[in-house]
């Protein structure tokens, strides 16, 4: 049974960098039918895609285009989870974040969400 | 701004039936598979719906879903209390190269 942890700050300062992690148990980061992707939820935006990364027979990552200049998506094998880091944060980028698994074409498995907020 | 869209809400009484739409393009619902999710207030969403009309283990069949062209339907029937949700439609973009979501519809046990 696939189960997602996410951890990381609850608060950011604005234009500094939002970290957190996503703890991957019963699947494998580096599985080559999933994907592992983050989103995030706020009033003002709805649900929305922030970007994904993937394995088949080597690392691939996809990104939303309205964050695509700041965001990185890194798997890390040697503790089977994966990381987002969102740059230059302003509060504009206060939402719940998630981590999701992606199966074929659906998010089958979501962690606990985190919300963040940016101060100004 | 969501590619998909959806009505607000939707509103019936325990036991009938009521449906939520989700409208979009042939870069998105016409041409992929859509997926549904439930979200109870205070929780992460959860998939209800998967494939076009797949549910996961648990998932009872009064839920279901129907798809026609660059729409998809989701139905539910003999609505319980326990059904007040947020539901939420999604499915990639080819056009986008990414995952969308709807505008949401808060579902209302009258």
């Known amino acids: 049974q696939v189960q997602l942890q996410q951890s990381g700050p609850g608060l950011v300062k604005s234009s500094q960098t939002l970290s957190l992690t996503c703890a991957i148990s019963g699947d494998s980061v580096s599985s080559n039918n999933a994907g592992w992707n983050w989103i995030r939820q706020s009033p003002s935006r709805g649900l929305e895609w922030l970007g994904r990364t993937y394995y088949r027979s080597k690392w691939y990552n996809d990104y939303a285009v309205s964050v695509k200049s700041r965001i990185t998506i890194n798997p890390d094998t040697s503790q089977n989870q994966f990381s987002l880091q969102l740059n230059s944060v302003t509060p504009e980028d206060t939402a719940v974040y998630y981590c999701a698994r992606e199966g074929a074409a659906e998010l089958g498995h979501w962690g606990q969400g985190t919300l963040v907020t940016v101060s100004s | ?110």
């Open chain 2, 1 to 110: 701004q969501s590619v998909l869209t959806q009505p607000p809400s939707v509103s019936a009484a325990p036991g009938q039936k009521v449906t939520v739409s989700c409208s979009g393009s042939s870069s998105n619902i016409g041409n992929n598979y859509v997926s549904w999710y439930q979200q109870l207030p205070g929780t992460a969403p959860k998939l209800l719906i998967y494939d076009n009309n797949k549910r996961p283990s648990g998932i009872p069949d009064r839920f279901s879903v129907s798809k026609s062209g660059t729409s998809a339907t989701l139905g539910i029937t003999g609505l319980q209390t326990g059904d007040e949700a947020d539901y939420y439609c999604g499915t990639w973009d080819s056009s986008l190269s990414a995952y969308v979501f709807g505008t949401g519809t808060k579902v209302t046990v009258l």
